[in-house]
């Protein structure tokens, strides 16, 4: 499984920005899939996680919302984020995991990761 994680950038406080995770590789061994984001200095958080085959709405928490497209073999998964802060500033990771994973929080779960993809809030 390989993961490209992408629309990182800069963006005033306030504003948005969407991120893009694609998958591809075994995606048929995928079971769940999750963003986390580290800021400097910090660990690793997790943002929010969906289930690859079983959820089939989008999943909001706060100004976050997680989104997935696997039609036409698109596969990719993605990052809705809305009224930006500066302590959003982080780099942003895309992971996959072939579990149906309980603790979704726990980056151990994970067993793929996307690059990362930097986005900075200014104020």
């Known amino acids: 499984v390989q993961l490209q994680a992408s629309g990182g950038g800069l963006v005033q406080a306030g504003g948005s920005l969407n991120l893009s995770c694609v998958v591809s590789?075994?995606?048929?061994?995928?079971?769940?899939m999750a963003w986390f984001r580290q800021s400097p200095g910090k660990e690793r958080e997790f943002l929010l996680r969906?289930?690859?085959?079983?959820?089939?709405v989008d999943i909001a928490k706060g100004r976050f919302t997680i989104s997935k497209d696997i039609s036409n073999s698109k596969n990719q998964l993605f990052l809705q984020m809305k009224n930006l802060e500066p302590e959003d500033t982080a780099v942003y990771y895309c992971?996959?995991?072939?579990?149906?994973?309980?603790?979704?929080?726990?980056?151990?779960?994970?067993?793929?990761w996307g690059q990362g993809t930097l986005v900075t809030v200014s104020s």
């Open positions: 590789g075994d995606i048929y061994s995928i079971r769940t």
């Open positions: 992971a996959a995991s072939t579990f149906l994973v309980d603790d979704a929080a726990s980056d151990r779960m994970y067993e793929h």
């Open positions: 969906m289930r690859w085959w079983h959820d089939v």
